[in-house]
């Protein structure tokens, strides 16, 4: 069969079925730790450091403090 593709993708069409943060199954932050790290980078401190505190890579923290990632936390 064909996949619906562009404004008829059903992530698209219902994008509040789509799990976000916490409800991931293999999620390894919570919206607390994304706030506390949005809020580290803002006071200064290196990404490293901060993914090191939080046991996750740099690369997710700059995807979070860049908003690539958990963009629906404010």
């Known amino acids: 069969g064909r996949s619906?593709?562009?404004?008829?993708?059903?992530?698209?069409?219902?994008?509040?079925?789509?799990?976000?943060?916490?409800?991931?199954?293999?999620?390894?932050?919570?919206?607390?730790?994304?706030?506390?790290?949005?809020?580290?980078?803002?006071d200064g401190m290196y990404m490293t450091k901060i993914a090191e505190i939080f046991g996750v890579s740099d690369t997710l923290v700059s995807d979070v403090v860049n908003g690539r990632k958990w963009v629906h936390v404010n």
């Not at 993708?9 to 919206?31: A, V």
């Open 4 to 42: 619906v593709s562009g404004d008829r993708n059903p992530s698209r069409t219902h994008p509040h079925r789509l799990r976000r943060g916490e409800s991931q199954t293999k999620s390894k932050l919570t919206e607390s730790a994304v706030r506390q790290i949005r809020t580290l980078r803002a």
